[in-house]
């Protein structure tokens, strides 16, 4: 059985290969280690960015971009990432990887589209405005992150966006989108030799200037914050959490475990149970867990009538607490860990979320990971782990709080 290959070209571009069998389809990506955090200077540039990519190269005008490939796209992957990916038949991989390589590198940001591009990205602001369970999160991430890079929304602001001009675009190009900075990830029916001869191709005659990445700020000095705003809106929506573990941390598989127990997409998790399905207060509660390079942040979000917010936060705070006083028994922690790893191996049946996977690792510095490494390291852990890190993160001293009262 072939696991990951990975392999550096000349010019310092990494290649994560991961060879499929039975299969017709190649799923392929390029991920560059650049994203909102990067732009403090200008709040929303690398999502316009990530939306000029496909707007048109040296050669090529955006219909042609369109109507190269049926399946293309691009992402922002919390706000450190930018993905550029595809998927096609893999008799067109060369014909996939080429357009890629010229939209990752040659992208030529023309004035015209950017000036429609602004509308198109205003338009999606003013609807995030609009959707208080989306917007809640990012206030959120603002008020625990202010004044750090990691505190303004991936959209920006109306204001940052038309302060955004092509030489800014493609000063970003230049900083970030150098090929020691980015991954080609793949998996494909393919020999490995065959994709390295394709990249080696497509990249061997582009001009790349000196790399220097500008060093992250790193996050530190945390400090709880409260805030309670009125909305318009019918429900009432709350979110509550505390600073976490970053994506290299140790503690970091312990924690995924915690907050699939906690309130994951089973509906078997605890807040779910707790809330949802023995008072039904409200229809959507869950937590989460994101990681980033030098922090990590955790939360719990739930959507309620007014008349049972107050309940509801109190139930959430009593599940929080639950943890950090009782430590899971042995068939307790089993079904938890038997669950995490099933949504694990399922995720992994899809190709294309584990060539997006390897990229994002790569591009962090992580090592790439097999299931059976990842399913192991599941089992190594405790009850007593489980319980510290409730006791560490669940301190409700440390712990932020907003919500939106209508």
Known sequence: MIDFQIHTLKN?????????????????????????????????????????????????????????????????????????????????????????????????????????????????????????EENIYDEFQEMVFKGHALAPNILGTIESLNQIETSDLKKFHQVYYHPKNVVLSIS???????IIYWAEKYTESISFKSFKLTERQLFKNYRAKHKTKET????????????????????????????????????????????????????????????????????????TDKKYLDKSVALVYKELQKLKDKKLSTLQLHQAKTQLKGQIVLAEESRMNLMLLMGKSLAQGQELETLPEVLHKLDLITSDEIQNIANKIFNFDKMSYLAYVS
């Open 232 to 303: 318009e809106h019918v429900q009432c929506h709350a979110i509550m959490g505390n600073t976490c573990f970053k994506h290299s941390s140790k503690e970091r598989f312990p924690m995924m475990l915690l907050n699939n127990l906690l309130g994951g997409p089973g509906m078997n998790s605890r807040l779910t149970l707790a809330i949802r399905e023995k008072h039904g207060y409200t229809y959507n509660v869950e937590s989460g867990y994101s990681a980033f390079s030098d922090t990590g942040l955790f939360h719990c979000y739930l959507s």
């Open 12 to 132: 310092g571009l990494r290649i994560a290969y991961k060879q499929a069998f039975n299969t017709a389809v190649t799923h392929i990506g390029y991920t560059i280690n650049g994203g909102a955090r990067d732009d403090a200077a200008l709040p929303g540039i690398a999502h316009c960015f990530e939306h000029m990519l496909f707007k048109g190269t040296q050669k090529r005008n955006a219909l042609n971009i369109i109507n190269r490939l049926e399946v293309v796209g691009g992402e922002m992957n919390a706000k450190e990432i930018t993905v550029l990916y595809a998927s096609v038949v893999s008799e067109y991989t060369e014909r996939a990887l080429d357009l890629l390589t010229d939209l990752t590198f040659n992208s030529a940001f023309p004035e015209k589209e950017l000036v429609k591009e602004k509308k198109v990205i205003t338009e999606e602001i003013n609807m995030y405005l609009d959707t208080p």
């Open 188 to 194: 494909a029916p393919l020999p490995f030799e065959q």
